[in-house]
């Protein structure tokens, strides 16, 4: 209990959290969380370690304990930090699709900008007011749509589930081509060749067929742009479905 409210008052006081504990000239909880999304960002979640934060910051590890207690809490204040931060479009007189556009753009940006984040579990996530602005932010996206709340939550969820995913992958993209020091559309042209000599086509017609088309439409075998805009479409075809459903008085739907 006392370890999460520790946590809890860290999230919303910090200030005052730090004056219990002592202050050190100059270092701030928020200095300590800015620099761990900075290492983040530039390394990766792998990097983040209270010794090394503590190396960026110049003081030694125990010195860093005073203001965060663990590693955890950290993760927990970084990611309230980016939510606090994120750029909000207000649509309240938009339709819904166009609504939830948005909200899937606002994530995906943020997960393009600060990878780290979709690596994280989103079954405990933290408490703080940077959460509470984000949720309260997208729910109010699902206005006038007639679901229920716990529709409204897991229709939420679903959305961002899909983005979070398709940003992976193309941040796995993107790094897969950095250390190959190569693009996509470079390695499928080297590969092309050999890959006509082996693909029969009477054998695998069908992959042969589709494979082709895909290829000289997106230019290589996966284009994450094609695939976000194609997904999310689909995403919200099938919450159009659930909606139209309520509209309608069909509870199946």
């Not at 166009?98 to 405990?124: K, T």
């Not at 309260?136 to 007639?146: K, N, Q, S, T, V």
């Not at 950095?178 to 996509?184: I, K, L, P, V």
Request: net charge negative; glycine share 8%; aromatic share 8%.
């Amino acid at each position: 209990m006392a370890e999460a409210r520790h946590t809890l008052d860290l999230l919303w006081f910090p200030e005052a959290a730090e004056r219990k504990r002592g202050r050190r000239p100059g270092l701030t909880v928020a200095r300590v969380v800015e620099a761990g999304i900075a290492l983040a960002d530039a390394e990766g979640l792998e990097a983040v370690s209270m010794r090394r934060v503590a190396g960026e910051l110049g003081v030694v590890p125990m010195t860093l304990y005073t203001y965060v207690p663990d590693k955890a809490t950290l993760l927990e204040l970084m990611l309230d930090r980016v939510y606090l931060a994120m750029p909000r479009r207000e649509l309240p007189d938009r339709p819904w699709r166009e609504r939830l556009s948005a909200v899937a753009e606002e994530n995906r940006s943020l997960v393009a900008e600060h990878p780290w984040v979709a690596e994280l579990p989103a079954n405990r996530p933290p408490l703080g007011p940077g959460l509470m602005a984000k949720y309260e932010h997208e729910l109010r996206a699902f206005d006038g749509c007639g679901l229920t709340d716990v529709e409204i939550d897991a229709a939420l969820t679903f959305l961002i589930g899909f983005v979070q995913s398709s940003a992976r992958t193309a941040a796995d993209v993107r790094a897969a081509a950095a250390r190959a020091g190569e693009t996509d559309v470079a390695w499928w042209q080297e590969r092309g060749p050999v890959l006509e000599m082996v693909f029969d086509q009477h054998t695998y017609p069908t992959a042969v067929r589709v494979g082709a088309a895909a290829g000289e439409a997106m230019g290589s075998a996966y284009d994450p742009e094609h695939a976000y805009a194609f997904g999310l479409a689909r995403v919200l075809d099938g919450l159009g479905a659930l909606i139209d459903g309520r509209a309608s008085g069909d509870p199946r739907r």
